[in-house]
Antibody
Framework: DVQLLASGGGLVQPGGSLRLSCAAS????????MAWVRQAPGKGLEWVSG????????YYADSVKGRFTISRDNSRNTLYLQMNGLRAEDTAVYYC?????????????WGQGTLVTVSS | QSVLTQPPSVSAAPGQKVTISCSGS????????VSWYQQLPGTAPKLLIY???KRPSGIPDRFSGSKSGTSATLGITGLQTGDEADYYC???????????FGGGTKLTVL
């Protein structure tokens, strides 16, 4: 089974930036799409962003479009989420998750999550 | 406001059966597969059902999924206290070009 380890969360002021990382175990990282899903405290799951196998196609929720950028480095087995212009409503646990293959597939493996807190 | 609509909560006694509904539209459930996830308290979500009806290895057959038109349903039989969790439906939305989740349903096993 692939293990996903998310990191990079922390406390940041409104308007600030943060970069999340998600390291995947094994040698199959370049064979599946990846996504970020977040969960605000006490709330439900929100799909944030997704990226295709090669990184050429990127998708975003309207709530983060223009502020967040997803990327991946298949040579390092790592997924990233660059978050700029952070707002209080971006406060959440951010999970990385892998799909079976395509971005439209189910999320069959999830990381443990990293907490992002946006506050002054 | 979530794109997919689920009841906020359901409850049933141990050993009983419960169903959780998920309603969407033609841009998501109507034309794409539905997945279901279980989130136990304090843990990351786990895939429960994929491609509307299929169970990953290790998921007991007490859990089942179905889909009809723009709605989907998760069924759980032989309820156990360990099934108490939040359950989420999810599908790809072709109009949004993004994944969408339901608001989640909290299952209480009385």
């Amino acid at each position: 089974d692939v293990q996903l380890l998310a990191s990079g969360g922390g406390l940041v002021q409104p308007g600030g930036s943060l970069r999340l990382s998600c390291a995947a175990s094994g040698n199959t990282f370049s064979s599946y799409a990846m996504a970020w899903v977040r969960q605000a405290p006490g709330k439900g799951l929100e799909w944030v962003s997704g990226i295709s196998i090669g990184g050429g196609s990127r998708y975003y929720a309207d709530s983060v479009k223009g502020r967040f950028t997803i990327s991946r480095d298949n040579s390092r087995n790592t997924l990233y989420l660059q978050m700029n212009g952070l707002r209080a409503e971006d406060t959440a646990v951010y999970y990385c998750a892998k799909t079976v293959q395509y971005i439209t597939d189910c999320l069959d493996n999830w990381g443990q999550g990293t907490l992002v807190t946006v506050s002054s | 406001q979530s794109v997919l609509t689920q009841p906020p909560s359901v409850s049933a006694a141990p050993g009983q059966k419960v169903t959780i509904s998920c309603s969407g539209s033609s841009s998501n459930i109507g034309n794409n597969y539905v997945s279901w996830y279980q989130q136990l308290p304090g843990t990351a979500p786990k895939l429960l059902i994929y491609e509307n009806t299929k169970r990953p290895s290790g998921i007991p057959d007490r859990f089942s999924g179905s889909k009809s038109g723009t709605s989907a349903t998760l069924g759980i039989t032989g309820l156990q206290t360990g099934d108490e969790a939040d359950y989420y439906c999810e599908a790809w939305d072709g109009s949004l070009s993004a994944g969408v989740f339901g608001g989640g349903t909290k299952l209480t096993v009385l």
